[in-house]
């Protein structure tokens, strides 16, 4: 039997089942009972409930029927003109099954190109009378005026530390996780508000049974905080051959991408003990050197001309 995946186990079905964006959840609720929607751009950042407010809006409008009425389409996988003028229009010419209209919707729609988008622009016209366009985007400034202009936009909040907690104990108590309160703080800081990443790194640390702190950042192949910031304040020191031993072990015996790094010390600069200036002097190295490392530069050199930046700034 296939291992079910949480993050579809615990997919929530029902809108008041979504963890908050209460501001979009109560104007579609109006519109289920309706039984109409216009047009409409779900806009925010990944894992904060896009799809699933999709998914759970067509079950609420079409019921037993909403697979037959609802068409998903990945555009960061099918991004060209060919998909808006094939599958798209295919899908929306043909009449809906037992209701006025179909939903079709269009995920991470940033990433379809101009012509797509302006294609895309026509069909959603055309096809008015029997078929309701959602378009989800981390960006919506990449999506084209005209296409905007025929939608209603949403933007979806960030998820709050108590947002989080909710999800997490939600998993914990329908699987009997055993999981320490610093470990969910961990999970929290890691996965940065999006909770795709929260039911995997969950299911991924379940299995190894109490989830410590310690486990969450050794499953996820994540800098622990604690070592980062030990690293710097050895620099700060003047200690620089053994802050370079730290951050060999980092690269090499904990096997860390040099971008988690950066990002890490991203992190911890603006708690380091030093003036507001140092901080932004330091701030502007970091966006180069991460500029470098995503233009191929070596890991290991282009993280250890950043940490001799920190000498400059020694106590």
């Known amino acids: ?27 579609l609720r109006v519109w289920v009972n309706q039984k109409s929607v216009p047009n409409m751009l779900f806009a925010g950042s990944a894992g904060v409930g896009k799809t699933t407010m999709a998914l759970a809006l067509a079950k609420g409008l079409f019921g037993d029927t909403w697979k037959e009425n609802f068409s998903e389409t990945n555009a960061s996988d099918e991004r060209g003109i060919d998909v808006v003028r094939g599958k798209i229009k295919d899908f929306a010419r043909v009449m809906p099954i037992g209701t006025a209209f179909k939903i079709v919707f269009l995920d991470e729609a940033d990433a379809l190109t101009p012509e797509a988008q302006q294609a895309l622009r026509r069909t959603i016209e055309r096809y008015s009378n029997v078929c309701r366009f959602i378009l989800s985007c ?11 202009s025929r939608c209603v936009v949403f933007r979806f909040k960030s998820l709050t530390k108590p947002d989080i907690e909710i999800y997490i104990n939600r998993i914990a108590q329908k699987e009997n996780l055993e999981i320490e309160k610093e470990a969910v703080d961990a999970i929290i800081d890691l996965c940065e508000g999006d909770l795709r990443k929260v039911a995997n790194l969950l299911q991924a640390c379940a299995t190894h049974g109490k989830i410590t702190k310690e486990l969450v950042y050794e499953t996820s192949a994540q800098a622990k905080p604690d070592d980062i910031r030990q690293m710097l304040k050895t620099v700060l020191t003047g200690n620089f051959e053994d802050a370079r031993k730290q951050l060999f072990n980092l690269t090499i015996n904990q096997g860390l991408a040099g971008e988690d790094i950066i990002k890490n010390i991203h992190k911890e600069l603006f708690n380091l003990p030093i003036e507001e200036k140092a901080k932004i002097d330091l701030l502007e190295k970091i966006g180069e050197y991460e500029f470098r490392l995503n233009q191929g530069g ?10 001799s930046q920190f000498l400059k700034y020694k106590k």
Do not use: C, F
């Not at 070596?298 to 940490?307: G, N």
């Open 138 to 148: 981390n960006y919506s400034s990449r999506i084209i005026e005209p296409v905007q």
């Open 1 to 27: 039997m296939p291992l079910d995946l949480w993050v579809e186990k615990y997919r929530p079905q029902k809108l008041d089942d979504i963890i908050n964006q209460r501001h979009v959840i109560e104007k």
């Open 298 to 307: 070596t890991p290991e050199i282009q993280l250890l001309a950043l940490l």
